[in-house]
């Protein structure tokens, strides 16, 4: 024991030497960067296409970032790998450091990788399965798959807490309304996400959920006092950073009741004062998209850039590739110019955001010098992916609920007693429907047996009034809710409806097995209020 001890006592001695000498080797080559180097690590832009062409290879050179974000027009041919491949060569080749490459990849609705990537269902879903471990297992899944497709960062997942049914931006993008659900999901997303070495970030800081405005579009304004978002808001995010969260994402909401007349995005009473001093965050900060008009519409592009460095941003996100990056990065050097950015918090962002590269081995230190570490997944996450499939129909079935005063064997569709007709304008769900055989053709003889299923996701309010005027003959309607459930439940609780929170191919699936009685919904979730047909 005492040999096994000393061992040990060893192994770390060495692991915590050979960290010091990389952290040692991190400040040097920061000290050696020129500045556009410096400041280009401080950007995750956007690419021009889903290839490395002249203009991607002109716009990498130009603005030297430290990673890009991909969106679905930079996968549209089905090649995030080699996609993720030739932009860390030319980064490599042109900067000398690899890339952050970023991507939005949620779940359910949110969701730009389309292919060889396992399709889970979104937060919401999660939430009604509530079950931590599995969220673990999902999230390492994912975080898996992402790598083998060259992704090292994923910006999920979002801890805001859905407590206002208007909020059209967040819903089921949410875990649920309840902060200490959200805060117990997002632990266990972010702590499966990293075990995969995927970076996690936690958004949208201090909490989107208690809007009914999209900061897309506009500024949002929350009317809440400190200890109110500490009551609610700020619970998942405390637990996140506990957790070991490296990456947290703000929100472009301003606060007038606590004198914050600006997005949180920009404010150091936000990111310096409560999420490095109080909540003792140290790790990365980076900023919503600032392009979105909840920071646009109010500010130019520069002068929020610089605002959101000042306030304690280390890492600004811009999610065109050309139109307003050479105005950020001139603003951020005519700050440094007049000081009102120091060089010395330039250089300590950077040296951060390099060492979180080292940590989640994107970047290795040989011979003194940074260099691109590929992914290699071990034989255990091998092993782990095989789970993929089977987990994903468990969730997505475990998420199916049934909202109304009757009961789901009124709906039960077995083509023998009940048929079922389908109006939709999703080609997918008819396609899956009509393969698990809950669409065929009744007898005329059969026709007053026949259950009207609505795929209400898929129309507006209104339209979905002007169909169901014109169907009143049907005596039994159900309709199917794969989306956001809040408009549905406010204008049509007198009907029934059977929701998945998800549109994914695995969640209208399991739509299609319960209606045809392989199994028991849910009938109750917190988060949506009573049915009261």
């Known amino acids: 024991m005492k040999i096994v001890y000393t061992l040990l006592v060893l192994i770390i001695l060495l692991m915590g030497c050979t960290w010091g000498k990389d952290s040692s080797v991190v400040k040097q ?24 062409d002249e203009k991607t290879i002109a ?7 430290g990673g890009v974000i991909l969106f679905g027009y930079n996968l549209n041919n089905g090649t995030c790998k080699s996609l993720a491949h030739d932009l860390q060569k030319l980064a490599m080749e042109s900067i000398g450091i690899p890339l952050f490459i970023s991507i939005d990849q949620e779940g359910g609705r949110v969701k730009r990788i389309q292919n060889d990537i396992t399709q889970f269902p979104g937060n919401f879903a999660l939430g009604v399965v509530n079950d931590p471990s599995k969220t673990y297992i999902m999230a390492q899944i994912l975080g898996i798959q992402l790598r083998q497709a060259g992704i090292n960062m994923n910006f999920a997942p979002v801890v805001d807490v859905n407590n206002n049914p208007e909020n059209p931006v967040i819903n089921i993008r949410s875990f649920g309304c309840d902060p200490a659900l959200c805060a117990s999901l997002g632990e266990a997303y972010i702590k499966g996400l990293q075990k995969s070495r995927c970076i996690a970030v936690a958004k949208h800081f201090p909490g989107h959920g208690d809007t009914y405005q999209d900061s897309h579009l506009t500024l949002p304004v929350i009317y809440k006092s400190l200890p109110q978002l500490e009551h609610i808001e700020l619970i998942p995010f ?18 007038p009741g606590m004198g914050i007349n600006i997005p949180a995005t920009m404010s150091s009473f936000f990111l310096s004062d409560i999420l490095r001093k109080s909540l003792k965050f140290q790790g990365v900060i980076i900023t919503d998209d600032l392009e979105m008009k909840g920071i646009s519409g109010i500010q130019s592009y520069g002068t929020a850039a610089v605002n959101s460095i ?7 996100l811009i999610s065109s590739y050309e139109n307003h990056v050479q105005e950020i990065i001139d603003s951020l050097k005519g700050a440094l110019d007049k000081g009102d950015i120091s060089i010395e918090s330039v250089k300590s962002k950077v040296t951060k955001i390099l060492k979180l590269k080292l940590r989640y081995h994107i970047i290795k230190i040989k011979y003194g010098k940074l260099s691109l570490q590929s992914f290699e997944p071990s034989h255990d996450d091998l092993k782990l992916l095989q789970e993929a499939d089977a987990l994903n129909a468990e969730l997505s079935q475990l998420a199916i609920v049934f909202y109304s005063k009757n009961t789901i064997h009124d709906f039960v569709i077995d083509n023998l007693h009940t048929y079922a007709e389908v109006i939709s304008k999703n080609d997918n769900l008819i396609n899956i429907f009509k393969k698990e055989n809950v669409i065929m053709n009744a007898p005329v003889s059969k026709k007053n047996n026949t259950v009207l299923l ?12 002007n169909k169901l005027k014109s169907m009143k003959h049907y005596s039994k309607v159900l309709l199917l809710i794969t989306g956001n459930p809040y408009p549905y439940i406010k204008h049509f609780s007198n009907y029934s409806m059977l929701m998945s929170f998800s549109d994914t191919d695995e969640s209208l699936h ?19 209020p009573v049915n009261t047909q």
């Open 310 to 316: 000042k306030a304690g941003a280390d890492i600004l």
């Open 238 to 255: 405390k637990q996140a950073i506990d957790a070991g969260v490296e990456c947290i994402m703000t929100a472009h909401i301003a606060f």
């Open 29 to 52: 080559i920061v000290d050696a960067l020129n500045m556009e180097s410096l400041l280009g690590q401080m950007l995750i832009i956007a690419v021009p296409s889903n290839k490395v």
């Open 454 to 465: 609505i795929d209400a996701s898929s129309y507006s309010t209104t339209e979905l009034h």
């Open 510 to 528: 399991q739509l299609a097995l319960c209606l045809k009685g392989v199994f028991e919904p849910k009938f109750l979730h917190p988060c949506l």
């Open 59 to 65: 716009f990498i050179k130009k603005y030297r970032p």
